[in-house]
Structures are given as C-alpha cells and as structure tokens.
Nanobody, 115 residues
C-alpha cells in the first residue's frame, strides 16, 4: 500500500499564491506518476498537473503558466506551486500516485480563493 498525505491548502485572496505538498510513504518503490487533481462541488474530479519519476509534466490548460508541479524523489514528495490564483481554482485538491496499474489517493486538502 501507498499512503499519501497532502498539506498546504487554505484560504487565499485572488491573485495570491499557495504551495501544496504531498508526501508518499509505505511501499513507494515503483511509483511512476504523481500528481494533483481537484474536485469542486457537483463536478467531476479533474487533472491539474502530473509529473513522472523522470520529470515529464502535463498541465491542465486552465493552470498553464500559473501552476508549477515539481517532485523530490529523495523525499518522495510532490509539490504544486500555485500562483495568480483565481476564484475558479477553489476546490478540494487531491494528490494521486500510480504504481503497477494501481492508483492511490490522498485525503484531499481544501483550497479556497476569495475574490
């Protein structure tokens, strides 16, 4: 099993910044892709940004140029730097990891952007 623990969410004004962290523990050997997803009330969970163990990244069009995903393999941690936040970024953000065909999820952290 892989455990994922997110931190760094909170309340911020529009235009502000937040940094999310996700630490992986447990049977972490073999984790390939890690990333961030978000789900707003009444909406489906959507991809925000993902990064492979080799550093390749994919971003949702809505966050390109504002969010940056990074990964520290020595700490088994993935980060999401969110700048120029907008009210539409308000959501619960989940950390996800893929390993051997299985997906693992954190408990989620709330990000609220006030306009």
């Amino acid at each position: 099993q892989v455990q994922l623990v997110e931190s760094g969410g909170g309340l911020v004004q529009a235009g502000g910044s937040l940094r999310l962290s996700c630490a992986a523990s447990g049977y972490i050997l073999g984790i390939n892709t890690m990333g961030w997803y978000r789900q707003a009330p009444g909406k489906q969970r959507e991809l925000v940004a993902v990064i492979t163990r080799y550093g390749s990244t994919i971003y949702a069009d809505s966050v390109k140029g504002r969010f940056t995903i990074s990964r520290d393999n020595t700490k088994n941690t993935v980060y999401l730097q969110m700048n120029s936040l907008k009210s539409e970024d308000t959501s619960v953000y989940y950390c996800g990891a893929s390993k051997g065909g299985s997906d693992y999820w954190g408990q989620g952290t709330q990000v609220t952007v006030s306009s």
